[in-house]
């Protein structure tokens, strides 16, 4: 999803998410305007995967939002 779209994505959830995980790859998007996007208490994790083509290898930078639980940072783990 492109971040100009993301606005409309999260009023549309509304506060039908609750408090379930939310995983986020949008680039530059913070994790607490996912969450007072969506509404409700959601546990909002936002992971930055790189693509190393030329090693073959990636790694993922997760940085969980205010209210994220632990089951949704192990999951993004």
Known sequence: M???DVGSALADLGGA???AGVLSIVAGLR???IEEGIGGS??????MPNT???V??????????RRAHDA???LAE
Do not use: E, F, H, I
Not at 42 to 47: D, F, G, K, N, Y
Not at 56 to 65: F, H, I, N, S
């Open 52 to 54: 190393p083509a030329r």
């Open 2 to 4: 492109k971040p100009q």
């Open 31 to 33: 994790t607490g305007s």
């Open 56 to 65: 073959g290898k990636g790694v993922t930078a997760l940085a969980p939002g």
């Open 17 to 19: 998410v609750g408090d």
């Open 72 to 74: 949704t940072r192990r």
């Open 42 to 47: 959601p546990s909002v994790v936002r992971a």
